[in-house]
């Protein structure tokens, strides 16, 4: 187990980034995404992270999922230290202890809900329990649609297959990019929720990239990132108070040059 960066007593890092910078190109077009960032995930809280366009957001997210690994810095994910695993040894832990949801819900059309749960243990090269797969749709509230296929689900509906195939394999920490993106305000509200009792009733880990102010207010803590760096943090958020913090990391707007008064001839 990782401590807390920031020296919480008795609590403990299911993801910990210590130091971490990504750097993309050379020389003269290197870009900078991330900048020596030391920050920790606690283990059954649910954290969103946030900042303007370009922030490092996505940067982060592929980082401490394994997905990327850093120009510098360390990544602790349940433990491990993801720079000294093989390509392969860091397969398998992302295979095995990860969970992706995504805006785009990446089904597998021809494949009914219950087939795309069990794929990633398929994957493994585990034969999937019928049971096992209709625990994790009932647990997000599909258990009498296991059997349809996505393209007679809803948006939301699939959104939650999604969540359930990324819950099946049990991970410690589910990663979240903008998964409420692509629905309605109502039925996002309704994945929110569900990701809010994960973390409440059965202590699931999540961290959540948004943009939305509204998606944020159901985690219980805010990280806003500027210039891949970290820029403060927001315990027990609302949109209200999301917004106002949000609003002051995006760059000022500049202000509208006023017409020439036109010169008589």
Do not use: W
């Amino acid at each position: 187990m990782v401590p807390h960066p920031a020296g919480g007593v008795g609590m403990t890092a299911a993801v910990a980034l210590r130091g971490v910078s990504k750097v993309y190109g050379r020389r003269t077009a290197a870009v900078t995404a991330l900048d020596d960032v030391t920050l920790a995930f606690v283990r059954g809280t649910f954290t969103a992270v946030m900042g303007p366009s370009g922030s490092g957001k996505s940067t982060l997210l592929q980082c401490a999922a394994g997905l990327d690994r850093p120009t510098a810095g360390e990544v602790f994910l349940d433990g491990e230290n993801l720079a000294r695993l093989s390509e392969n040894a860091l397969t398998v832990l992302r295979r095995d202890r990860v969970g992706f949801v995504f805006q785009a819900f990446n089904l597998v059309p021809s494949l009914t809900a219950e087939l795309n749960v069990a794929l990633p243990l398929r994957l493994a090269g585990r034969r999937p329990r019928r049971r096992e797969v209709r625990e994790v749709l009932e647990a997000v509230g599909l258990a009498d649609r296991g059997r349809r296929r996505p393209a007679e689900l809803s948006g939301g509906q699939q959104q939650r297959v999604a969540i359930a195939r990324a819950l099946v394999t049990r991970p410690s920490v589910l990663f979240a990019d903008e998964p409420t993106g692509a629905l309605d305000s109502t039925t996002g509200r309704e994945v929110l929720t569900l990701l809010r009792g994960l973390v409440d009733r059965d202590g699931q880990t999540i961290v959540m990239v948004t943009h939305d102010p509204v998606a944020a207010s159901h985690a219980d803590r805010v990280v806003f990132l500027a210039d891949g760096r970290p820029a403060g943090e927001l315990r027990d958020p609302t949109p209200r108070t999301v917004a106002a913090r949000l609003a002051g990391l995006e760059p000022a707007a500049e202000p509208a040059s006023r017409p020439r008064p036109r010169q008589r001839p």
